[in-house]
C-alpha cells in the first residue's frame, strides 16, 4: 500500500503545530526551545520575539536569566550558525554537528583554512578561554602567536569548528548587539559533549519539523550525505509522501491537524527556524515570495503569517520615544486580518519598545 499524501496545507499545519504556532502553548522557556530545536540567534534579539510570539507568558527577563544561569547557551550549532538550545541539547547535538562546522569552515575560507595545525590552534586556544573569556578579535590574536602568517578570522573559524564554544552572558542578551566573549562547553557546562548520535538529532528535528525530507533534515543541519546513515531508521518512522511525490519521514503518534485546521496571524522574527528548517520551504514560504523574505548577505527579515503562510514583512523603527511598527503586506489584506495584524503588532511593539511613550503600527503605502 502507499504511503498515504500530504498536501502543502497539511504540511503547513503540522508544521505551526509543532513550532508552537497554531496557538501559543503554555510550556516552560526550557520546554519550548526543546520542543522547537533551538531558535537560530544570529543577532540576539530575534529569539525574545520568537519566544514572545509562540507562549502564552513570556518576559525577556526569564530568557535572559536561563542564560546567565547557563540552562540556555548560545553556541554555533545548526548549518555552523548561532543558535539558542538548552544546555542539554547542546551537550547532545554538538558532537553529531561537528562534520558540518568543518564544512562550513571550508565552504567559507577555501584555501586560507587549509593546512592549519588544528592540533595546536585547538589546545592554545583552550588554555586561552578557559583561563577567561575572551572575545574573537583576543583569540585571533592569540592564534597568530600560534600559527603566524595565516588569515586571522579562519583561525578564529576552525577552533569555532573543532572546539565547542559557548558565548558568555551578556553577549548575546537582549539589548547587547554583537559584541560577545567566549569560553569553552567544557569550562561553562562542566563537560565535553557526548559522543555523537545522528538518531537523537534526526527524531528532535522530525519532533520540531516534521514530517521532513532527508534533503530538509540535511538543509537545516548542514549535514551532507544523510541518505544511507538514515536508511536503517526509516522502520522505526513513519512514511509519508508530499503532493509532489517526495519521501517524507515522520515519528510515529505525532499530531498532524490537517490543512483545514485555523492558523493565526503571528509575527516571526527575523532569522527564524520556521522558514530556514526546510530545503523545500513552501509549505510555508511560497516560492514567489522568497526574494521578498531572504535578501543579501544572509538576511531573513521579519514576516508575518495569514492563514498559515508567509504574507509579509515588518520592522520596528524609534525615534526618540515614538516607536513605529510597519507592516509591508504581499497581498492586499482581508478586513479582519488586517485589523487582527495591527492588533497584535501594538502588542508587539510594546513588548519590543517598553521604553517608548508613542506606539504606531501602520501599513506600507498608508
Known amino acids: 500500500m502507499p504511503p498515504p499524501t500530504l498536501t502543502r496545507r497539511d504540511l503547513n499545519r503540522a508544521t505551526l503545530a509543532r513550532q508552537l504556532l497554531l496557538q501559543r502553548s503554555p510550556l516552560s522557556i526550557i520546554e519550548a526551545v526543546e520542543q522547537v530545536a533551538g531558535l537560530q540567534a544570529q543577532i540576539p534579539n530575534p529569539p525574545y ?41 547542546h551537550q547532545r547535538w554538538r558532537s553529531t554537528l561537528q562534520a558540518a562546522l568543518v564544512r562550513a569552515l571550508g565552504a567559507f575560507f577555501g584555501q586560507r583554512g587549509k593546512g592549519l595545525d588544528i592540533e595546536a590552534l585547538v589546545e592554545a586556544a583552550r588554555e586561552y578561554l578557559e583561563a577567561e573569556p575572551r572575545s574573537t578579535g583576543d583569540l585571533s590574536k592569540r592564534l597568530l602567536e600560534v600559527q603566524p602568517g595565516r588569515d586571522k578570522d579562519a583561525l578564529a573559524y576552525a577552533v569555532r569548528a573543532y572546539l565547542p564554544l559557548v558565548q558568555v552572558p551578556p553577549g548575546g542578551t537582549w539589548g547587547t548587539g554583537s559584541a560577545a566573549t567566549y569560553t569553552t562547553a567544557r569550562a561553562w557546562l562542566g563537560g565535553d559533549p557526548q559522543p555523537d ?35 536503517p531508521l526509516k522502520n522505526e518512522l513513519v512514511i509519508y509522501r508530499d503532493e509532489q511525490g517526495r ?55 521579519g514576516t508575518i503569517l495569514v492563514d498559515g503562510f508567509v504574507s509579509g514583512i515588518w520592522k520596528v523603527g524609534r525615534e526618540k520615544k515614538a516607536a513605529t511598527l510597519v507592516i509591508e503586506p ?34 506600507g503605502g498608508s
Do not use: C
Open 330 to 363: 504581499f497581498r492586499p489584506l482581508a478586513p479582519d486580518d488586517r485589523a487582527g495584524l495591527a492588533a497584535e503588532g501594538e502588542r508587539l511593539l510594546h513588548f519590543i519598545e517598553d521604553k517608548a511613550t508613542d506606539y504606531t503600527v501602520r501599513f
Open 49 to 89: 520575539i520568537g519566544l514572545w510570539t509562540r507562549l502564552e507568558t513570556f518576559q525577556r527577563d526569564d530568557l535572559t536569566r536561563l542564560m546567565e544561569a547557563r540552562q540556555i547557551v548560545r553556541a554555533a550549532m545548526m548549518r555552523s550558525t548561532l543558535h539558542l538550545v538548552t544546555a542539554e541539547d
Open 197 to 231: 548520535d545522528v538518531r537523537e538529532l534526526l527524531w528532535r528535528y522530525l519532533r520540531a519539523f516534521g514530517p521532513a525530507s532527508v534533503k530538509d533534515f540535511q538543509f537545516w543541519s548542514g549535514l551532507v550525505k544523510m541518505g544511507d546513515v538514515i536508511e
Open 247 to 301: 519521501e517524507l519521514l515522520d515519528l510515529p503518534g505525532m499530531p498532524l491537524p490537517g490543512g483545514d485546521a485555523p492558523a493565526p496571524l503571528r509575527f516571526i522574527p527575523e532569522y527564524d527556524n520556521l522558514l530556514i528548517a526546510h530545503d523545500d520551504r513552501t509549505r510555508v514560504l511560497a516560492d514567489e515570495d522568497y526574494s521578498k523574505v531572504f535578501l543579501s548577505a544572509g538576511r531573513v527579515l
